[in-house]
């Protein structure tokens, strides 16, 4: 672990990016991936007392523990038994990188296999009444299939899902380097690299245990989910009933154009997901948050908010505009932020909740997979130079209210 005192920043001494895995997995399954039940079913069957597992899952939660060896209430017979069954820890290496006079931490982490996930953990510190937060945003893939062509995580391509443990270790390191401060993880958003409701079970399996008093202790009511519109994942969340809230990045409200922004629209439209989206606030009570990555030129017409206001109208959601990270190979940039107001202040007029909200770390490169694709090399030039201008012609296209004829991404369309 590189770890760096706050306000210094310094490039990252270079994690190898496996754009494909490099090494075999490690298949010994996480600590943190396991109820505990497991944890004290595993102790049981071999005839160790239940304090043992007690004192395994105080170490895994405790968070001062970074490995095994550190953990000195265990003899080392049963640390040896232990370790070569579970992985104390799922992250091989991370770095950091700050931003925004330390109020930013950007961690890379890599995995068993040397694929590389992103994790951001952001410092608001206490203003007027409101107490201090801190909030980590998380990786559910490595990779994404669904491909939005703003994120660089989408270009990067799908690799797999994470484990339950690789999940909820990129909280587990926020938590220590919090800990060490006398500090605690209050928030947590699933808006790294992935689409969480691709990866439903393990993220379902890394919630429970986020969520739960005897393991991580965080109220669902400080986790956020967020996807790009996978509604039967949205139902299923909803059926389970906690209430999490759910974000939905919705970019456009026009299917001409969502299907080139979020191309998984082309499988689920985007009345169908703010449908589900509903029908998820009216169950939990929740409001529903719309994110929307402002693309200059792109979405960011009066147009645009009209259909917006339009198809939230009477919702109980709020919409969040970010103005969009600049992301390399692509052609596009950010909307300015006085047009940004101008799209807020329409929206509000016609009697949506919107906020504005400026992204953490662009300096370190903070939109999710970006830090990854740096790592990842560049594509050949003739490669970037195709991207952009089918993005060209795609985003003309729907601009001129033609849907797409490309097909669903691949992995992505099934229910
Ligand atoms: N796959 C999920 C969660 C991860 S992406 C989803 O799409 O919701 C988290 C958020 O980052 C999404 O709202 C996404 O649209 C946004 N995002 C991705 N690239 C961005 C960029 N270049 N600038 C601003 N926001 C971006
Ligand atoms: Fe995947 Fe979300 Fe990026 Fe789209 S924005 S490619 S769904 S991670």
Redesign the pocket.
Request: charged share 25%.
């Given at each position: 672990m590189t770890e760096l005192q706050p306000q210094v920043v310094v490039p990252f001494r270079g994690l190898r990016l496996a754009p494909s895995a490099t090494t075999p997995r490690d298949e010994r399954p996480g600590l943190a991936g396991l109820t505990t039940d497991e944890l004290a079913g595993w102790f049981a069957e071999r005839g160790h007392p239940a304090f043992r597992a007690r004192q395994v899952a105080n170490a895994v939660w405790g968070h001062r523990h970074a490995s095994l060896d550190e953990v000195t209430t265990l003899p080392v017979p049963l640390k040896e038994e232990l370790g070569a069954a579970f992985r104390f820890d799922t992250v091989e290496d991370s770095e950091l990188r700050l931003a925004d006079g330390g109020l930013t931490e950007k961690a890379l982490h890599r995995l068993s296999d040397g694929l590389l996930v992103e994790s951001v953990l952001m410092h608001y510190p206490a203003r007027g009444g409101a107490r201090e937060r801190h909030t980590l945003?998380i990786s559910?893939q490595a990779g994404?299939a669904?491909g939005?062509p703003?994120?660089?995580?989408?270009e990067l391509g799908y690799e797999r899902d994470l484990e339950t443990a690789e999940i909820v270790d990129q909280v587990r390191h926020a938590a220590r380097r919090l800990a060490r401060d006398g500090k605690r993880l209050t928030n947590v958003v699933?808006?790294?690299?992935?689409?969480?409701l691709l990866n439903l079970d393990r993220v379902l399996e890394s919630i429970a245990a986020l969520n739960d008093a005897d393991r991580f202790g965080l109220g669902a009511r400080h986790i956020t989910v967020?996807?790009?519109g996978v509604v039967p994942g949205i139902r299923r969340l909803t059926a389970l009933g906690p209430q999490f809230t759910l974000?939905?990045?919705l970019?456009a409200a026009r299917n001409a154009l969502r299907d080139v922004l979020?191309p998984l629209n082309r499988r689920w439209p985007v009345e169908q997901v703010v449908e589900a989206a509903r029908e998820h606030a009216e169950t939990t009570g929740r409001r529903v948050t719309y994110?929307v990555?402002m693309i200059d030129g792109i979405n960011d017409t009066d147009e645009d908010a009209d259909a917006l206001a339009e198809l939230l109208r009477g919702e109980h959601a709020h919409v969040n505009l970010?103005?969009?990270?600049?992301?390399a190979h692509t052609p596009w940039t950010?909307t300015p932020l006085p047009r940004v107001e101008q799209f807020a202040a329409r929206l509000r007029s016609a009697g949506v909740a919107t906020t504005i909200r400026i992204?953490r770390g662009m300096e370190i490169g903070a939109?999710?997979?970006?830090l990854a694709a740096e790592h990842a090399g560049q594509p050949a030039p003739i490669v970037v130079q195709r991207r952009r201008e089918r993005l060209v012609d795609e985003s003309a296209r729907a601009l001129r209210g033609e849907r797409s004829d490309e097909p669903v991404p691949v992995g992505v369309g099934d229910d």
């Amino acid at each position: 672990m590189t770890e760096l005192q706050p306000q210094v920043v310094v490039p990252f001494r270079g994690l190898r990016l496996a754009p494909s895995a490099t090494t075999p997995r490690d298949e010994r399954p996480g600590l943190a991936g396991l109820t505990t039940d497991e944890l004290a079913g595993w102790f049981a069957e071999r005839g160790h007392p239940a304090f043992r597992a007690r004192q395994v899952a105080n170490a895994v939660w405790g968070h001062r523990h970074a490995s095994l060896d550190e953990v000195t209430t265990l003899p080392v017979p049963l640390k040896e038994e232990l370790g070569a069954a579970f992985r104390f820890d799922t992250v091989e290496d991370s770095e950091l990188r700050l931003a925004d006079g330390g109020l930013t931490e950007k961690a890379l982490h890599r995995l068993s296999d040397g694929l590389l996930v992103e994790s951001v953990l952001m410092h608001y510190p206490a203003r007027g009444g409101a107490r201090e937060r801190h909030t980590l945003c998380i990786s559910s893939q490595a990779g994404c299939a669904v491909g939005c062509p703003f994120c660089a995580t989408g270009e990067l391509g799908y690799e797999r899902d994470l484990e339950t443990a690789e999940i909820v270790d990129q909280v587990r390191h926020a938590a220590r380097r919090l800990a060490r401060d006398g500090k605690r993880l209050t928030n947590v958003v699933f808006m790294g690299m992935g689409e969480p409701l691709l990866n439903l079970d393990r993220v379902l399996e890394s919630i429970a245990a986020l969520n739960d008093a005897d393991r991580f202790g965080l109220g669902a009511r400080h986790i956020t989910v967020s996807t790009s519109g996978v509604v039967p994942g949205i139902r299923r969340l909803t059926a389970l009933g906690p209430q999490f809230t759910l974000a939905v990045s919705l970019h456009a409200a026009r299917n001409a154009l969502r299907d080139v922004l979020v191309p998984l629209n082309r499988r689920w439209p985007v009345e169908q997901v703010v449908e589900a989206a509903r029908e998820h606030a009216e169950t939990t009570g929740r409001r529903v948050t719309y994110e929307v990555t402002m693309i200059d030129g792109i979405n960011d017409t009066d147009e645009d908010a009209d259909a917006l206001a339009e198809l939230l109208r009477g919702e109980h959601a709020h919409v969040n505009l970010i103005p969009m990270n600049a992301v390399a190979h692509t052609p596009w940039t950010a909307t300015p932020l006085p047009r940004v107001e101008q799209f807020a202040a329409r929206l509000r007029s016609a009697g949506v909740a919107t906020t504005i909200r400026i992204n953490r770390g662009m300096e370190i490169g903070a939109a999710c997979g970006q830090l990854a694709a740096e790592h990842a090399g560049q594509p050949a030039p003739i490669v970037v130079q195709r991207r952009r201008e089918r993005l060209v012609d795609e985003s003309a296209r729907a601009l001129r209210g033609e849907r797409s004829d490309e097909p669903v991404p691949v992995g992505v369309g099934d229910d």
